[in-house]
């Protein structure tokens, strides 16, 4: 039975309020291997399986409309109610579900970031090169500098030849430092084609002298153009002249006026806080290590251009308030210039002095109240230790994504989706005991209740999760010869421009959808982009 209490929208309510700028958040609760086949436009992810975990970072404001759907497993439900167990006061079931949504369907992740690149390229015709001119430059040794606009990670994992690791956001503040002759030819590359399009036209919009282009498809291209990459490559650029970064901030802000991006005080920010009917992200849009060092209290770490490619994940609140901090200006205005042509009201935070800063490492976790568990239910890694060694009617769930579980997990733990855990139990034998763990052991404490309901065996935590038995140098099994799947890896979307295994009809099949994503733009017709 539905809960009561819980709303109805249909598809063209939900469209009215995209159309009007309102507040609301479409969320699709089901793996991110299902979303990504299908799902409407300003769709977030947010799977049954992470609610506790992500949704009071992602959706701050429990005042918010948040528009729940599956696509017929029965997830949405669940999620609903447990959104109101945990405070949103207004949680809607989208009518129909997935096969209600009557108007232009996407697939893929960041979908929207993704369209709005193609649009950019194709009102600005973002200047670019292919694989095959560019091996020419680095083999004839012409002046030229190729600059990754990836995730450093990323960056390290497969690189073009040559190329410097410059994440997007910094590329403006940075690039003179590896260009200082405007006669080098700049090269954007990323591994596909939104970050190559949007860092080269961030250095086009800012006035750069260089020539510039974005190196057409990125990695992609480059692979299906049958050219080898380099691996494990750590070329960066920390430092930036004084001169050099005094002219990028008069040319970030310049861009980001002409882009209609709003400015701030902290003394502003404040009041803007105590609207209590409004969503305000708080970004610090500087790379994770300067957040670490130092940064605004309430700020998370979420580095300018992944935030422009996954506009999605980091603001899921259509409608919501942007506020973006860096400590030079150029990185903060650089990225609000395309968050507010994604029709995003977003502000810059001007003047802030560094005494601010007081908050250091990671932002903390803001989670729902932890359930209560029996003194008797939480057990230690040794414990757990001694029981594989004596007690053979045992069985250990690990509920850590499938990467992760795959990387290392305790020996004979059991892969389970939290969102699939009643037919995951089906594949196991009927043990005394159950122990449930995740990496840090939070997930899992929120399941323990769940299982209990499922079963007449005894169910147990482990106390601080797999990261404990890792600690405590226990003996860890690592990849798929050494794994035990009792429900299917769909946590994860397995990205075509991710790893080196692709094949090449998956790639080509990406790149072709990315060329019709301006189309399904124009079909749609609730995105309010613009191009400056």
């Known amino acids: ?11 063209l309510q939900a469209r009215t309020a995209l159309l009007k700028r309102q507040e609301i958040a479409i969320l699709d609760v089901r793996e991110e291997a299902h979303f990504a086949e299908v799902h409407p436009l300003f769709a977030a992810n947010l799977p ?29 439900i669940i999620a609903a109610e447990r959104l109101i167990l945990y405070g949103y006061k207004n949680v809607i079931l989208l009518e129909g579900g997935l096969q209600g949504w009557h108007g232009e369907l996407f697939k893929d992740v960041n979908s929207p970031s993704k369209a709005f690149g193609e649009l950019v390229e194709s009102k600005r015709h973002t200047p670019s090169l292919s694989a095959q001119e560019v091996k020419a430059l680095i083999d004839n040794k012409e002046d030229i500098v190729i600059l990754d606009a990836r995730r450093y990670d990323e960056y390290h994992t497969m690189n073009i030849p040559s190329s410097v690791s410059v994440p997007g956001a910094e590329l403006v503040l940075r690039v003179k430092e590896l260009a200082p002759n405007p006669k080098t030819c700049v090269i954007i590359n990323c591994a596909g084609r939104t970050r190559s399009i949007i860092g080269t036209q961030s250095l086009v919009n800012a006035g750069l002298d260089n020539p510039v282009y974005a190196l057409r498809n990125g990695t992609i291209g480059w692979i299906l153009a049958g050219q080898k990459l380099e691996h494990g490559q750590s070329r960066n650029i920390q430092t930036v002249s004084k001169e050099n970064k005094e002219q990028a901030i008069a040319a970030s802000i310049k861009v980001a006026d002409k882009a209609g991006v709003k400015r701030l005080t902290l003394h502003l920010l404040q009041h803007l806080l105590k609207e209590k009917d409004r969503t305000n992200y708080l970004f610090d849009v500087r790379t994770p290590e300067e957040y670490l060092q130092s940064h605004l209290p309430g700020f998370l770490s979420t580095p300018g251009g992944q935030l422009v490619q996954e506009t999605d994940h980091f603001a899921p609140v259509r409608g919501a308030r942007i506020i973006l901090y860096d400590n030079d200006g150029v990185r903060a205005n650089m990225t609000a210039s395309w968050l507010a042509q994604m029709a995003w009201e977003v502000y810059v935070l001007d003047y802030v002095n560094n005494t601010a800063l007081t908050e250091k490492g990671e932002a903390p976790l803001n989670l729902p109240l932890l359930p209560d568990l029996k003194v008797d239910q939480i057990i230690s890694a040794e414990l757990l230790q001694y029981w594989l060694s004596e007690d053979k009617s045992l069985i250990i769930i690990d509920l850590a994504p499938a990467s992760i579980y795959l990387k290392k997990h305790i020996p004979g733990a059991w892969y389970v989706l939290r969102s699939q855990l009643k037919t995951a139990l089906k594949q196991l034998s009927a043990p005394e005991k159950y122990i449930l763990t995740s990496p840090d052991g939070i997930q899992a404490r929120f399941v323990v209740g769940e299982l209990e309901k499922l079963t007449s065996a005894k169910v147990y935590l482990l106390d601080g999760g797999t990261n404990a038995w890792i600690a405590g140098n226990h003996k860890t099994e690592s990849g798929e010869l050494n794994s035990h799947f009792a429900s299917p890896q769909i946590d994860r979307y397995r990205r075509p421009y991710e790893g080196t295994n692709n094949t090449a009809e998956v790639m080509q099949s990406y790149l072709d ?11 749609d017709g609730t995105h309010g982009f613009f191009v400056i």
């Open 1 to 11: 039975m539905t809960n009561t209490n819980i709303g109805i929208y249909t598809y």
């Open 48 to 76: 049954l399986s992470r609610i506790e975990t992500d949704v009071y970072n992602r959706i701050p404001n429990r005042l918010t409309t948040l528009i729940i759907y599956d696509n017929g497993e029965g997830l949405a």
């Open 513 to 523: 959808w990315e060329y019709g994503l301006v189309d399904q733009l124009y079909q």
